[in-house]
């Protein structure tokens, strides 16, 4: 089983945090890189953040730059999202995926990555 699993979603107001986590599973060893991704209602899957496995090098997409915090624990192959200061616009389904093919940098697209969870709902009230 390749899938990461999800946890850590919720229904929070305007200005809470949310930490979400992610287990990888399976050949966890070729695992390269990790990332959050978003789908919002109406709107395509977006980038939030990424983290590469073995250097932990980070990029984040500009709209949660200052606010997300994205961390690993390769002891436990887990991938954490901290998400403070959230807005009404964070509302969406978060995704979590795992790349296993090599990285060079931190990977930012859909295609990138070839496992993914479920996702987890976040939703923030106003």
């Known amino acids: 089983q390749e899938q990461p699993v999800e946890s850590g979603g919720g229904l929070v107001q305007a200005g809470a945090s949310l930490r979400l986590s992610c287990a990888a599973s399976?050949?966890?060893?070729?695992?390269?890189?990790m990332g959050w991704f978003r789908r919002a209602p109406g709107k395509e899957r977006e980038f939030v953040a990424g983290?590469?496995?073995?250097?932990?090098?980070?990029s984040y997409a500009d709209s949660v730059k200052g606010r997300f915090t994205i961390s690993r624990d390769n002891a436990k192959d887990t991938v954490y999202l901290q998400m403070n200061s959230l807005k009404p616009e964070d509302t969406a389904v978060y995704y979590c995926?795992?790349?296993?093919?090599?990285?060079?940098?931190?990977?930012?697209?859909?295609?990138?990555?070839?496992?993914w969870g479920q996702g987890t709902q976040v939703t923030v009230s106003s």
């Open positions: 995926a795992r790349r296993s093919r090599t990285a060079v940098a931190v990977p930012t697209t859909i295609q990138a990555y070839d496992y």
């Open positions: 399976g050949r966890t060893f070729t695992t390269s890189a």
């Open positions: 983290i590469r496995w073995s250097i932990g090098t980070t």
